[in-house]
């Protein structure tokens, strides 16, 4: 331990608690109301098909399975760390949740087997089950989550350690992600004796204070902001002494954080990322998917298409549908598709805009967009709150040019603004949403949307497009558009 100081800094006692055994009893009541709904749902709608679909629906053994699915829902989703689940991703959440919901389905179907009961449960039940208690428990957690969280008792309490360069932009980025239950409380910077608060989490002063700390407190989780140089030359033989849980934070490390594996190499720590959009095999399981979902689009949105494109007659002159080159995978040029959201003489308004307005300006420099846009006519704003004006873009997919899901479409005027970003960007088709969209949206910096977009391909998976069009449907619904 280091060297002694006195001290006699006093700890707020309300920072220390820790609310787990709230939060597990709080998810444990949802799920079991999730996984319910889900089953009663599924029987009352084979109920509903029976003139259609014949048979009759064993109210008494769904109600009786029912027990069961639950209870065995609950035990894998603790056994898989559910409960409370701090320190997973929305997206590992969501695969957790999947893989819980799915085994406990396979563990109901050997139950009624060996019960004879199997012919006396319908199948479509079976899968309506399967289907909505996924989606039940993974949208009742994402909606827990982002409510609770808002609370100052949510999560574990920690302290962070570092030079407080390292520690404020740790200490950010845990406040912006409180779903997480990592909850700042505490900062302590071995080298400098420290006063003042960062974004409302108090100082530890000395090495004296922090002993303290850990004796009045229950807190057992520390985190460690230093550079990965910095590892070597500092002592943490202390810090594991005091702390039973470490965690390092290696913002400097060149790869994806989703889907990193640790590996024990005679006892040297390794560790392995994947880039599973690069992969060629991965790379051709997403267009399939891509396509067989467009498809299906299309037949379900093209009486919308018919309508909007009326609308767009209707409310100015010029054509329905407006092409812009977009850069493309390696950086080729495409033709993307979209419905006309300005007037025809959308450019010379721009310039007049910006030439008289230096505020204006200054936004389109920096978001390159325009919140009041005098360029958008009246069908067009609609339109854009929608992203009703995208759907056009469903052709570039079924071309090849874009994916349902990836990076946004950047113009060719845009490349040198890209910068390396580039490099990794232009390697996949772009998408007609991504996590650029559905995270940032127009509040974000063209750098952040950079940013943004190389996360998305740094930690591709099946599981975060489907979280990507899970929160694409959320965004849309409450008109924050794309």
Not at 218 to 239: G, R
Not at 276 to 298: A, C, S, Y
Not at 326 to 331: A, D, E, I
Not at 332 to 337: A, H, I, K, W
Request: hydrophobic share 50%.
């Amino acid at each position: 331990m280091p060297k002694q100081n006195q001290s006699d800094q006093k700890f707020p006692t309300p920072l220390f608690e820790n609310r787990s055994p709230v939060v597990n009893l709080l998810l444990v009541l949802l799920d079991v109301f999730t996984i319910s709904g889900a089953v009663i749902l599924s029987a009352a709608i084979r109920t509903m098909l029976e003139p259609v679909m014949g048979g009759v629906v064993n109210w008494p053994l769904i109600l009786n399975s029912l027990v069961f699915f639950v209870i065995i829902n609950i035990i894998l989703a603790w056994l898989n760390g559910l409960y409370p689940g701090f320190g997973l991703a929305a997206v590992q959440e969501m695969q957790k949740v999947l893989y819980v919901v799915t085994l406990s389905s396979v563990f109901l179907g050997m139950f009624l087997f060996l019960q004879q009961l199997g012919l006396a449960y319908s199948r479509s039940i079976f899968i309506f089950t399967w289907v909505l208690s996924s989606l039940f428990m993974m949208l009742g957690r994402f909606a827990l989550r982002n409510r609770f969280s808002q609370f100052p008792w949510w999560g574990i309490p920690m302290i962070i350690i570092g030079s407080k360069g390292q520690v404020t932009p740790v200490i950010e980025k845990l406040l912006q992600s409180r779903r997480l239950g990592f909850r700042p409380v505490y900062y302590f910077d071995p080298n400098v004796e420290s006063d003042q608060p960062i974004l409302g989490v108090l100082p530890i002063e000395n090495n004296q204070a922090l002993q303290d700390l850990v004796t009045q407190s229950k807190i057992q989780h520390v985190v460690f902001t230093e550079p990965m140089s910095d590892f070597n030359t500092f002592d943490f033989q202390w810090m594991r002494d005091v702390f039973p849980k470490i965690l390092f934070i290696l913002d400097t490390a060149p790869f994806g954080s989703l889907w990193v594996r640790t590996i024990d190499v005679h006892g040297t720590l390794a560790v392995e990322t994947n880039y599973h959009l690069l992969n060629k095999q991965e790379t051709i399981i997403k267009r399939i998917v891509d396509m067989i979902l467009t498809v299906i689009l299309l037949l379900f949105t093209w009486p919308i298409f018919l309508l909007l494109a009326l609308l767009v007659r209707l409310d100015s002159k010029g054509p329905i549908l407006y092409t812009q080159k977009r850069l493309g995978q390696n950086g080729e040029l495409f033709d993307s598709y979209k419905f006309r959201t300005m007037f025809e003489n959308a450019e010379e308004k721009l310039q007049d805009l910006l030439a008289a307005d230096p505020q204006a300006l200054q936004e389109y420099q920096t978001y390159h967009k325009l919140a009041n846009d005098p360029r958008v006519t009246k069908v067009g704003k609609f339109l854009r709150r929608y992203s009703l004006d995208e759907l056009p873009q469903f052709i570039n997919v079924l071309k090849g040019d874009m994916n349902l899901i990836g990076p946004r479409s950047y113009m060719p005027i845009e490349l040198p603004l890209m910068g390396d970003y580039a490099r990794v960007i232009l390697k996949v088709n772009p998408g007609i949403t991504g996590w650029w969209q559905v995270m940032g949206r127009n509040a974000t910096s063209f750098k952040e949307r950079l940013q943004l977009d190389e996360y998305y391909i740094s930690n591709w998976s099946i599981w975060l497009d489907i979280y990507i069009m899970i929160k694409t449907v959320w965004v849309l619904v409450r008109g924050e558009g794309l």
